[in-house]
């Protein structure tokens, strides 16, 4: 009774805040509302409010803050971790309010926004003044970049621009008793004391609410130079790698390796014409923007020329119009018609010190197989960064829920030093699995960032730890 | 007398930890240990310990922790703001026997050190292994990586290769308690829950002491092209710097701008020729190393003809050599002569939002020339990275405590939302003027953060805040 008036309480205060309109509670809360793009199902929530500024987050936190109600922080909800599933009895706090693009400083080579600004309307405004915002994932056109600061998100040019964080110069953050956060640094040098920002880019939503923030642009980018190339292991395409960043100063866009498995099983699910042979260990699509393509190529062929020299690739095409460019990526985003066609598929995110990746894969691959020997497996990823992509399935006949898939691949992950999670985040998804990455020393002192920062634990509760 | 007690026991103890050897007091703390390259004064120390690994330093913290005594750790003491001078009463934690480079992985493009590594070992390691650690200061030959990661030092490249925190994969800290905290990544992605390291880099140590350290490297390079240029005005220079970038695909390595002032006086004080007239209002520096600078001139030079075209260039003159390269960073470099025929000098190290330096420049000379008329100026810096130095004095006859001339600067850098310290950090030099640059609840974040971390304030107390 006493939690019924109370939580009728918050309510009544909510709409006062937010205004009617941007208030659903019950049933109105919209079912998209109510999960991610994990299948991780979270509880009932209380209410779902969408402010349309700073200082009304403030105020909602307040509010939660002092009836001891937990918060979850949404925004385009494409997380694949089950970060932003609602806890039970939680206010949903959307960002899609916050959704202005505030300033466009050419001459500094920066972008004000609010959280709740769409990545893909962020990318377009960006060329539109002559200029790029070099971050990209597939979800470009829901994500929110609140929640791409919020995980860190990686995406498929990291090698070359680095993940969210290093994209970020300033940001505002509301706190868990409502404290704004002014951090809205606009240099990439401030070494005025600690850079208080890093506490909240990867935090998930747990140590605070992201409200706006100063993001870092690129040159615009006239097009690309790339190359599909076969490799016979994983040695020579780390070699590759670094043959390529030496001779082309690092300008490398994108390094995406796929095994045999994936190159096979991409062109029989999507029905592409393989540019090179199917009979090689190791393919990897080497990509390198530029400012005129054209002119770029007769050094990116050099460089190709002498990595054969070096006998570090077997086959290669080289892309002759920004069109091929277009087939090979086609071929690293054909994993998405591999995944509708296995499903229920396990997916990893995984990241390994980069000299060790074959051996562990090649470690995960037989033991996978050796316990269970039906499981299909394609191997793939952002092998520049370290990181890389697993997928396993369909499950449903091998084991049904997984753990037993996740347990042998992480337990491998352990030994190697790597990852549970290159770049989605923990989540509730990983929660299982962080302590196979972190230190017990480490997971402590996140305990004790958490208690610090938000002492009633009332931000996105249960998430991550 | 209890506390003299209290004293010679914790002494006792800290012999036992660390080793006769590596325990002064008294008048065998040699000089140096006393104060860095700042003219800030610090207190009279307790003790000097040079620990030799990870162990003792934890050992030392915990018996610090355990008699409530201040720490103070050192590295080079090459710093600029007071960050490493002794507090009253208290141990000096040297980090100089923690100097081995433990690992150097070429395939992952990372090496291991200890904190106490010098830099300049650093960078012969790297090269010595074909790749490059492109960190760099004038203090490489005695500044420690440790000091540069506590301190998120610049230096002459970040404009390519970011700060020393886009330089660190993982750490390893101690913490207050005497804690080890292992943070030792290997990845540049790994969004396995918050990134703890960058708690403690630029925290000047006071919220931990850093004992080792995983390093990313960069390829090596094999030379570079560079082109003294003279531009007619700031907005030129920023647009300079805007094509380079684009027609260069962010290959430019340096972009360091000198006003006519600076380009007049190092002129006179080192007698070298004058590449390009002394009559512009200013000349940029711009390099771009590469893997093969013959290779890239025609790419470069066709990006300084376009410059030309659009009338981003007045007069220009490209390095012919690595010679010619090394000549026009004397221009640069040779503010060390004016340094020191001009002292004493208050030298500032502020950064701005790019777009608004020329005319904040204009400004701060403006607002001295009319409150010190006798006062010389020289304004010079790594303009690309939004940092600007001043280098104001003699200040002998015009503001001997140099107090109103860094109220005036610091004045005006606050209304741009400027930073008091770019690179060099607060230390106790700046702690005035942090306030300046940080908002109420910053700073109030960062005492929080300074009770939840250091309860006992034992850490490099009186620094910073």
Redesign the interface.
């Given at each position: 009774m006493q939690r019924e008036r109370s939580t009728a309480g918050l309510v009544t205060a909510l709409e006062r805040v937010v205004g009617a309109s941007q208030l659903k509670v019950g049933n109105d809360i919209p079912d998209v509302a109510l999960r991610d793009w994990s299948d991780e199902l979270g509880g009932t929530p209380l209410a779902l409010v969408t402010p349309r500024h700073t200082d009304a987050v403030a105020a909602v936190m307040r509010l939660c803050h002092g009836y001891d109600t937990p918060v979850v922080p949404q925004g385009g909800r494409s997380g694949l971790a089950g970060g932003a599933v609602p806890s039970e009895g939680a206010v949903l706090l959307s960002l899609a309010g916050l959704d202005r693009i505030e300033e466009i400083?050419?001459?500094?080579?920066?972008m004000v926004v609010g959280a709740g600004c769409i990545l893909q309307r962020i990318q377009e405004a960006a060329l539109d003044a002559g200029l790029s915002f070099p971050l990209d994932l597939g979800a470009r056109g829901s994500c929110q970049i609140g929640g791409n600061i919020a995980?860190?998100a990686?995406g498929n040019r990291?090698?070359r621009y680095?993940?969210t964080?290093?994209l970020v110069l300033g940001l505002e953050v509301v706190l868990a008793d409502g404290?704004?956060?002014?951090?809205m640094?606009?240099?990439?040098?401030?070494?005025?004391?600690?850079?208080?920002k890093?506490?909240f880019?990867?935090?998930e939503g747990t140590?605070g609410v992201i409200t706006r923030a100063v993001l870092k642009l690129?040159?615009?980018v006239g097009g690309a130079n790339a190359a599909l190339v076969a490799v016979a292991d994983f040695?020579a395409a780390?070699g590759l790698l670094?043959h390529a960043?030496?001779?082309?100063?690092?300008?490398v866009t994108a390094f995406e390796l796929m095994w045999n498995d994936y190159y096979r099983a991409v062109l029989a699910e999507t029905g592409q014409r393989a540019p090179v042979a199917p009979d090689h260990a190791l393919y990897a699509l080497i990509e390198m923007?530029?400012?005129?393509a054209d002119?770029?190529r007769p050094?990116f062929e050099a460089m190709l020329e002498t990595a054969f020299e070096a006998e570090l690739v077997i086959d290669a095409a080289v892309a002759q119009s920004q069109r091929e460019v277009e087939a090979f990526w086609s071929l690293r985003d054909g994993v998405a018609e591999i995944l509708s066609r296995r499903a229920p598929t396990i997916n990893f995110d995984v990241?390994?010190?980069?000299?060790?990746i074959g051996e562990c894969v090649d470690e995960i691959r037989a033991a996978l197989e050796a316990a269970f020997p039906a499981l299909q497996l394609i191997f793939f990823g952002?092998a520049g960064?370290?990181?890389i992509h697993l997928v396993a399935g369909p499950i449903t006949d091998v084991d049904p829920t997984g753990h037993g898939i996740e347990k042998t691949v992480y337990e491998i992950i352990r030994t190697y030093?790597?990852?549970?999670?290159?770049?989605?985040?923990?989540g509730l998804h990983?929660k299982p699995w962080?302590a196979y990455?972190?230190?017990e020393?480490?997971l402590a002192?996140?305990r004790?960032?958490k208690r610090?920062l938000d002492p009633k634990g009332i931000l996105n509760p249960g998430k991550?730890?």
């Amino acid at each position: 009774m006493q939690r019924e008036r109370s939580t009728a309480g918050l309510v009544t205060a909510l709409e006062r805040v937010v205004g009617a309109s941007q208030l659903k509670v019950g049933n109105d809360i919209p079912d998209v509302a109510l999960r991610d793009w994990s299948d991780e199902l979270g509880g009932t929530p209380l209410a779902l409010v969408t402010p349309r500024h700073t200082d009304a987050v403030a105020a909602v936190m307040r509010l939660c803050h002092g009836y001891d109600t937990p918060v979850v922080p949404q925004g385009g909800r494409s997380g694949l971790a089950g970060g932003a599933v609602p806890s039970e009895g939680a206010v949903l706090l959307s960002l899609a309010g916050l959704d202005r693009i505030e300033e466009i400083d050419v001459a500094s080579g920066l972008m004000v926004v609010g959280a709740g600004c769409i990545l893909q309307r962020i990318q377009e405004a960006a060329l539109d003044a002559g200029l790029s915002f070099p971050l990209d994932l597939g979800a470009r056109g829901s994500c929110q970049i609140g929640g791409n600061i919020a995980t860190n998100a990686g995406g498929n040019r990291v090698i070359r621009y680095g993940m969210t964080r290093e994209l970020v110069l300033g940001l505002e953050v509301v706190l868990a008793d409502g404290t704004i956060l002014p951090m809205m640094n606009r240099m990439p040098k401030n070494n005025a004391a600690l850079d208080l920002k890093h506490l909240f880019i990867g935090s998930e939503g747990t140590l605070g609410v992201i409200t706006r923030a100063v993001l870092k642009l690129h040159p615009g980018v006239g097009g690309a130079n790339a190359a599909l190339v076969a490799v016979a292991d994983f040695e020579a395409a780390a070699g590759l790698l670094r043959h390529a960043q030496r001779e082309l100063s690092c300008r490398v866009t994108a390094f995406e390796l796929m095994w045999n498995d994936y190159y096979r099983a991409v062109l029989a699910e999507t029905g592409q014409r393989a540019p090179v042979a199917p009979d090689h260990a190791l393919y990897a699509l080497i990509e390198m923007q530029g400012a005129n393509a054209d002119a770029e190529r007769p050094g990116f062929e050099a460089m190709l020329e002498t990595a054969f020299e070096a006998e570090l690739v077997i086959d290669a095409a080289v892309a002759q119009s920004q069109r091929e460019v277009e087939a090979f990526w086609s071929l690293r985003d054909g994993v998405a018609e591999i995944l509708s066609r296995r499903a229920p598929t396990i997916n990893f995110d995984v990241s390994l010190p980069l000299a060790r990746i074959g051996e562990c894969v090649d470690e995960i691959r037989a033991a996978l197989e050796a316990a269970f020997p039906a499981l299909q497996l394609i191997f793939f990823g952002h092998a520049g960064d370290s990181n890389i992509h697993l997928v396993a399935g369909p499950i449903t006949d091998v084991d049904p829920t997984g753990h037993g898939i996740e347990k042998t691949v992480y337990e491998i992950i352990r030994t190697y030093g790597g990852s549970v999670s290159a770049e989605h985040g923990i989540g509730l998804h990983k929660k299982p699995w962080l302590a196979y990455s972190r230190s017990e020393s480490e997971l402590a002192m996140l305990r004790h960032l958490k208690r610090s920062l938000d002492p009633k634990g009332i931000l996105n509760p249960g998430k991550v730890l």
